[in-house]
């Protein structure tokens, strides 16, 4: 059997209050498939620090999902201003939020590094002033 499902998400760069609808959800969906916690909790907050970076850096942007018998897949694309060093930006602490995205607990530098410690596999195609797709990989 190849892909069970798939989903698809906007996720809206002017609402900061919906920032996490996407990631909330996704772990609706993952309940609903009996998947074991762990593997709901790491998708869960891969996919919810990612939708939060698009929402500081991008202004939104689109969350796909599909979901196989041996793997979460989540694809992020957004047409932001694209990442200038994505090794600096991997780098825990790292940020480019602007302070009054700080000063509401947001952009401390994690969002990165936890996508890639929450997936299995993770790659970043970026390109400056175009954008920035983001795939990450979590075994089931």
Known sequence: ???????????????????GN?????????????????????????MYEG??????????GEADVNITEKEIEIILTDNGPGISDISKAM???YSTAPENI???????????????????QMTIESELGKGTKITMKINI
Do not use: C
């Open 91 to 93: 780098q825990e602490g």
């Open 1 to 19: 059997m190849s892909e069970l499902l798939n989903f698809h998400f906007v996720v809206d760069g002017t609402n900061f209050t919906a920032a």
């Open 102 to 120: 700080r000063s509401l607990g947001f952009g401390a530098g994690m969002g990165l590094p936890n996508m890639k410690r929450y997936s299995d």
């Open 22 to 46: 996407a990631s909330g959800q996704l772990k609706k969906n993952l309940r609903q498939l009996n998947l074991a916690p762990e593997t709901i909790r790491r998708a869960s907050i891969a």
């Open 51 to 60: 939708e939060i970076n698009m929402v500081i850096h991008a202004g939104g």
